[in-house]
């Protein structure tokens, strides 16, 4: 099953305008991944936050995390039409999962967003 | 081009043949993983190899899938007897752990092979 599911599953907005994706997700996590994808490629790593951190910039990303809430969210500032894709959350399995699942990455089902010249 | 290789990039089979999949990781990366996506849903952990050793199976992973990385190189996921249920994008990803329970590298993907079962 999967660990994290993003909100909304879809999104469209105007070039220019900000977009704001959501994830919950559900067992302890020491991070939370997103990822882009675009339509028929791989994923592309665009940020990582550790559970100790509750904000991380990168360009014109913004992520945020409340471990008490599990949830986090990615914010979009000033989008562009080459911003259209599908973004993913991920997690790792914790340490304590047992095994040998240390590190294994599960992702949620995706928020698509659109954004319109 | 030092980034993670898959091939082929599209594969087209009937049901009940079998099919076999290549992926090239970034040469010093230690982890290699594989995970199915199908359409409209987030990538589905398959297996993973931490050097040549494969540490966990999905149980999404029947016994009609089998993958190896022999020398902690290059992988090879192989499907027998394929069903239609197999249509989907298989993607590899490679990434750097420091440690054996590291848990915080970045994963990098390759651009996925499509398999589509007539």
């Known amino acids: 099953s999967q660990q994290g599911e993003e909100d909304p599953q879809a999104l469209s907005i105007q070039e220019g305008e900000n977009a704001t994706m959501n994830c919950s997700y559900k067992?302890?996590?020491?991070?939370l991944q997103w990822y882009r994808q675009n339509s028929g490629r791989g994923l592309v790593h665009l940020i990582l936050?550790?559970?100790?951190?509750r904000e991380k910039h990168s360009g014109r990303l913004r992520v945020t995390l409340d471990t008490s809430k599990k949830s986090s969210s990615l914010l979009i500032t000033a989008s562009r039409a080459a911003d259209t894709a599908s973004y993913f959350c991920a997690t790792p399995l914790p340490l304590n999962a047992g095994g040998t699942s240390y590190g294994k990455l599960t992702f949620g089902q995706g928020t698509i967003l659109t954004v319109h010249p | 081009d030092t980034g993670v290789s898959q091939n082929p990039r599209h594969k087209i089979t009937k049901r009940g043949q079998n099919v076999t999949f290549r992926c090239d990781p970034i040469s010093e990366h230690n982890r290699l993983y594989w995970y199915r996506q199908t359409l409209g849903q987030g990538p589905e952990f398959l297996t993973y190899?931490?050097?040549?050793?494969?540490?966990?199976k999905s149980r999404l992973l029947s016994d009609r899938f089998s993958a190896e990385r022999p020398k902690g190189s290059f992988s090879t996921l192989e499907i027998q007897r394929t069903e239609q249920g197999d249509s989907a994008m298989y993607l590899c990803a490679s990434s750097l752990a420091k440690a054996r329970g590291a848990t915080n590298e970045k994963l990098f993907f390759g651009s996925g092979t499509q398999l589509s079962v007539l």
């Open positions: 067992t302890s996590i020491n991070n």
């Open positions: 190899f931490q050097n040549e050793a494969q540490l966990e």
């Open positions: 936050i550790r559970s100790n951190e």
